[in-house]
Antibody, heavy 119, light 107 residues
């Protein structure tokens, strides 16, 4: 069964840092691009970041450029989102998603991990 | 960035109704358009990919159409479990923007 499971969310002060993890199982992780999508409370879905299957290509939304960095460890079937200089507006549930096809669609999503930026 | 505009933002309908949600892209995206369903407190679920392809396991009452800038999601006969929020998303070029969502409520 294809599965992705996020972890690492929590409460962080403005200006602080946090690293999210997404552990994948049930598929050949190194063959798929992976993405992060976030959803602020009561709001819609916002694409955040993506990484190529080999980790060489990354792209970020303008709202997080220079503050967030996506990476992956194909030996451990895990993708990461390093977040720094966090702002109140980064408060959201962060979802990890597998992209299927090229370019494709997000066919598997995790349950999400909540990041709250507040003093 | 490509902007995705969904309409209507919300919709009230009854079980058995036929419902159509539209999504318009700010520039042509070919068929790189996906539809997701999200229920409260849950993660999104893929319904339709590449504009018209039904994801495995999704009931056939869901269908998608369109090409270029104008797309539609149709539910042929609403079932109680279909009431949720629906999002379109393009995958033409990053950022892979989502529409603002259409909340489908029970009339």
């Amino acid at each position: 069964e294809v599965q992705v499971v996020e972890s690492g969310g929590g409460l962080v002060q403005p200006g602080g840092s946090l690293t999210l993890s997404c552990a994948a199982s049930g598929f050949t992780f190194s063959s798929h691009w992976m993405h992060w999508v976030r959803q602020a409370p009561g709001e819609g879905l916002v694409w955040v970041s993506r990484i190529s299957s080999d980790g060489r290509v990354t792209n970020n939304a303008d709202s997080v450029k220079g503050r967030f960095a996506i990476s992956r460890d194909n030996a451990k079937n895990t993708v990461f989102l390093q977040m720094s200089s966090l702002r109140a507006e980064d408060t959201a549930v962060y979802y990890c998603a597998r992209e299927y096809g090229a370019p494709g669609h997000f066919d598997s999503w995790g349950q999400g991990t909540l990041v709250t930026v507040s003093s | 960035d490509i902007q995705m505009t969904q309409s209507p933002p919300s919709l009230s309908a009854s079980e058995g109704d036929r419902v159509t949600i539209t999504c318009r892209a700010s520039q042509s995206i070919g068929s790189y358009l996906n539809w997701y369903q999200q229920k409260p407190g849950k993660s999104p679920k893929l319904l339709i990919y590449a504009a018209s392809h039904l994801q495995s396991g999704v009931p056939s009452r869901f269908s998608g159409s369109g090409y270029g800038t104008d797309f539609t999601l149709t539910i042929s006969s609403l079932q109680p479990e279909d009431f949720a929020t629906f999002y379109c998303q393009h995958s033409y070029i990053t950022p892979y923007t989502f529409g603002q969502g259409t909340k489908l409520e029970i009339k």
